[in-house]
C-alpha cells in the first residue's frame, strides 16, 4: 500500500511540476517571448556560428511555438493531476484497478518528456543549437532535470502494482 501512496505523491509532483512553470510562463510572458524569440533567432552563436536551418524571425512563427510549448505544460500538468486522482480513487482496489488508473498520469509524464526532451532538447538543443549560449544553455540544464523527473517518475508509475 505504501508504494501505492509514493506513486500517487510522485505523479503529483510532476502535476505541480508542470503547471507551475507553465503559470510561470504565463506570468512572465515577456521574458518568456523574448527567450523563444532569442533562440529561434539563433542569435550569438559563436561556437557553431552556421546552421541548416534558418532562423525564425517571424512574431507570429515565435508566439505559435511558445503557446504550444506553454499549452503542452499545461496538458501534460492536468494529464498528470487526472492521473493521481484516478489513482488515488482506486488506491484500495486491486492490482489491475490500480493500474488502470495509472493512465492519464503515465499520459502526464508522457507528454513532460515530449515538452522537455523534445521541444528543449531536440529542437531547442540540436536543431537551433541553444546550448551555445548563456540563455539557452540554462533553459537546457533545467530541461534536462524536468525530462528526466517525468521519466523516472513514468518508468516508476509504470511498475505493475503487486
Not at 508566439?63 to 506553454?70: E, I, M
Not at 539557452?136 to 503487486?162: H, N, P, R, W, Y
Request: aromatic share 18%; glycine share 10%.
Amino acid at each position: 500500500m505504501l508504494l501505492r501512496y509514493l506513486k500517487i505523491d510522485f505523479v503529483i509532483l510532476i502535476a505541480l511540476l508542470c503547471l507551475f512553470y507553465a503559470g510561470q510562463n504565463v506570468a512572465n510572458l515577456g521574458a518568456c517571448y523574448w527567450s523563444f524569440e532569442y533562440v529561434l533567432g539563433l542569435a550569438d552563436h559563436v561556437s557553431y556560428p552556421n546552421s541548416f536551418f534558418p532562423a525564425i524571425k517571424s512574431p507570429a512563427i515565435i508566439w505559435t511555438v511558445l503557446v504550444v510549448v506553454v499549452a503542452f505544460e499545461f496538458v501534460a500538468g492536468l494529464f498528470a493531476a487526472k492521473g493521481a486522482w484516478d489513482m488515488w480513487g482506486a488506491r484500495k482496489g486491486s492490482a489491475i484497478e490500480f493500474d488502470a488508473a495509472k493512465k492519464n498520469a503515465l499520459i502526464g509524464c508522457s507528454l513532460g518528456i515530449i515538452v522537455w526532451l523534445g521541444f528543449f532538447g531536440v529542437f531547442g538543443g540540436a536543431l537551433f543549437q541553444m546550448w551555445q549560449t548563456e540563455v539557452g544553455s540554462a533553459s537546457m540544464d533545467g530541461a534536462f532535470q524536468f525530462f528526466v523527473s517525468c521519466a523516472v517518475i513514468f518508468l516508476i508509475t509504470s511498475l505493475e502494482d503487486k
